[in-house]
Each structure stands twice: as C-alpha cells, then as structure tokens.
C-alpha cells in the first residue's frame, strides 16, 4: 500500500487543464522533491518532472509540477489526446528508506 | 545513446528460481545506479531496490529485503534480479532504471520491462 495516494481517475476535453494531486507526509512531499511520471499504455514509465519542477529535455512545457507542505501537484495545460495515460508521483520516504510511488491516475481525454 | 535492454519475458513454476537482466550501454555503466521496479498487472509501480555497478553495492527497500537479490557484472554491463524461489505473488513486469544524475533517484531512463509469469 502506497504512502503517496493520488486519484484513481481525471479528465478533461482537448485543450483544457487538468490537475493531479499526490498527498504524502512529512517523511516524503514534505521534505524531499516530487518526481511525476507518465506511463503510456504498454510502455515503459517515462519521467515529467523533477526537481523543483524540471523538465528533462523533450518533455512539453504544458507539463508543470507545484508543491505545498504534504502535497503536490502536476497540472497538464491544454490536454492533448496523446495525455491519456497512467500519471504516478513519487518521492524519496526518509522514514521508510525507500523511493516511493503514489497510487497512481488515469487521465481520460473525453 | 543511453539505452537498457532488458531480458524477455518467462514463465516459471511456484517454488523455482529466476534471473532477469538489464543490459546498459551508451553510457559509462559503472558510473550510475541502477534500479528495479516492480509492476503488477492493473497496478502501481513499486521501488525494488538498487546497485552501484561499479562496487556491487546494493540497497533494497523493505518491502522486498530478503525476497530478491540485486546484482551486477560490469565486465559485461548487465544488472541482474533473481528470486530464489518464485511464487505467484510475484508475478508481474519488473523494469530496471536509470536515474538521470549519480544518485539514486528519479529514474529518466527505462528498460522495455520483463514479464515474469508464476503459475501451476
């Protein structure tokens, strides 16, 4: 069971925005960096964001990542059909020792 | 070009033994960790655990301490997860990762996966 809970599910018509929330603790969110990853159907993860709200080379501007205490954030600006995937936060856990994903959301693009 | 090749998919019996592997290349393998996640169908990802190439040295997390075994030949640029004794929990598609600095984390570039079947 993940320490990181995200919704199940999120969606949007083309060219809206849609945000994702990722809700940890003070051992996870609230003291290390949040890393977001998209996962196509049938592919590999592919990383979003890290650090303070990087990007990796490639990875559209329209991708952007915020934090909050406890809590993080990956907004998708002007929803594109090629988002529809599997999102997953993740972050360093001091307490448990451990890289830790979050539950994971669906992005359907209506 | 970094790129990490995994082992193809197998089909094992309870209570019989696995070794996957993940080959890198494009880049110089001792000099970044490697890391396992574990996927089971319909579900999330979970952090297996990690090595460092170029010592060997291999961290896990709770979670799966002491039900796999990381490991590494960097004469042949490959890391390596093996299970002693399978069962049908551990099903699942396993991918190795590569973080995009020297540390241990986040993970920017992926293996294709290997999907492990445990089944009667």
């Known amino acids: 069971q993940s320490v990181l809970t995200q919704p199940p599910s999120a969606s949007g018509t083309p060219g809206q925005r849609v945000t994702i929330s990722c809700s940890g603790s003070s051992s996870n969110i609230g003291g290390n960096n949040v890393n977001w990853y998209q996962q196509l159907p049938g592919t590999a993860p592919k990383l979003l964001i890290y650090?303070?709200?990087r990007r990796p080379s490639g990875v559209p501007d329209r991708f952007s990542g915020s934090k909050s205490g406890t809590s993080a954030s990956l907004a998708i600006s002007g929803l594109q059909s090629e988002d529809e995937a599997d999102y997953y936060c993740a972050a360093w856990d001091d307490s448990l020792n451990a890289y830790v994903f979050g539950t994971g959301t669906k992005v359907t693009v209506l | 070009e970094v790129q990490l090749v995994q082992s193809g998919a197998e089909i094992k019996k309870p209570g019989e033994s696995l070794k996957i592997s993940c080959k890198g290349s494009?880049?110089?393998?001792?000099?970044?960790?490697i890391g396992w996640v574990r996927q089971v169908p319909g579900k999330g990802l979970e952090w297996m655990g990690i090595i460092y190439p170029g010592d060997s040295d291999a961290r896990y997390s709770p979670s799966f301490q002491g039900q796999v075994t990381i490991s590494a030949d960097k004469s042949i640029s490959t890391a390596y997860l093996q299970w002693s004794s399978l069962k049908a929990s551990d099903t699942a598609m396993y991918y190795c990762a590569r973080p995009y600095t020297s540390g241990w984390y986040p993970f920017d570039y992926w293996g294709q996966g290997t999907l492990v079947t445990v089944s009667s």
């Open positions: 650090g303070k709200n």
């Open positions: 494009g880049y110089n393998f001792t000099d970044y960790w």
